[in-house]
């Protein structure tokens, strides 16, 4: 551990101001969004933009897609929240049947197959399976994001676990202690959505 820290701390004089800009906004999007707090997809939709130039510098092309595809989510998050609001409440918390998380679930593994097969043979990308996985799975959490969904956290747990590896493989160290961080805060906000939805219920 102490030779993580150490590491960290004579690579961050070469941090780019970037990524540092992008990680601070990605950290203030998490911590508004356990608070439903709809100003959380400002601070998404200004990270991704910068994350999609970082991720192709990188040559993590499907994880410079998946923020171009956060960057509408940001749009569309704003959108929805916003027409579930009233004076007083926020758009209330929701959970979904099992049988739709089991085919989404096989939908995602088929689909990150056959995605990280064709990076393989048509791309020098990094990682291309675990790649694919990361991007699909993000993709449909962060729809859950949306539609405040509860089990987004669960979905959330499993994708920035493996996302820490590629990130911090790749040089981007300070992306993944942000992962880190988010692998920490998720519970915090599976929590703080099944407090309120029960709230809500009452």
Same mark, same amino acid.
């Given at each position: 551990?102490?030779?993580?820290?150490?590491?960290?701390?004579?690579?961050?004089?070469?941090?780019?101001?970037?990524?540092?800009? +992008?990680?601070?906004?990605?950290? !203030?999007?998490?911590?508004? +969004?356990? &608070?439903?707090?709809?100003?959380?997809w400002?601070? +998404?939709?200004?990270?991704? !933009?910068?994350?999609?130039?970082?991720?192709?510098? !990188?040559k993590?092309?499907?994880?410079?897609?998946?923020n @171009?595809?956060?960057?509408?989510?940001?749009?569309?998050?704003?959108?929805?929240?916003?027409?579930?609001?009233?004076?007083d409440?926020e758009?209330?918390v929701?959970?979904?049947?099992?049988?739709?998380?089991?085919? +989404?679930?096989?939908?995602?593994? @088929?689909?990150?197959?056959?995605?990280?097969?064709?990076?393989?043979?048509?791309?020098?990308? @990094?990682?291309?399976?675990?790649d694919?996985?990361?991007?699909?799975?993000?993709?449909?959490?962060?729809f859950?994001?949306?539609?405040?969904?509860?089990?987004?956290?669960?979905?959330?747990?499993?994708?920035?676990?493996?996302?820490?590896?590629?990130?911090?493989? &790749?040089?981007?160290?300070?992306?993944?202690?942000?992962?880190?961080?988010?692998?920490?805060?998720?519970?915090?906000?599976?929590?703080?959505?099944?407090?309120?939805? &029960?709230?809500? @219920? !009452?």
């Amino acid at each position: 551990m102490a030779q993580i820290l150490q590491q960290l701390l004579e690579q961050a004089r070469a941090f780019s101001p970037l990524e540092v800009v +992008a990680v601070l906004l990605a950290i !203030a999007y998490l911590v508004l +969004a356990i &608070r439903q707090i709809i100003w959380c997809w400002l601070c +998404a939709g200004i990270s991704t !933009a910068i994350y999609v130039w970082l991720f192709l510098d !990188a040559k993590l092309y499907m994880e410079s897609a998946l923020n @171009a595809f956060y960057f509408g989510m940001a749009i569309y998050g704003w959108s929805v929240w916003s027409s579930g609001r009233t004076a007083d409440h926020e758009r209330p918390v929701v959970v979904w049947p099992i049988r739709t998380h089991v085919a +989404a679930i096989l939908t995602i593994i @088929a689909v990150s197959a056959v995605n990280g097969y064709l990076l393989t043979v048509r791309t020098d990308a @990094a990682f291309p399976y675990i790649d694919s996985f990361t991007t699909w799975s993000a993709i449909w959490a962060t729809f859950l994001v949306a539609r405040k969904v509860l089990e987004n956290w669960w979905y959330w747990l499993v994708i920035d676990t493996g996302s820490i590896f590629i990130y911090w493989v &790749r040089d981007l160290e300070l992306t993944a202690v942000l992962f880190v961080l988010y692998v920490i805060m998720i519970p915090f906000g599976l929590i703080s959505w099944t407090r309120s939805m &029960r709230e809500q @219920a !009452a």
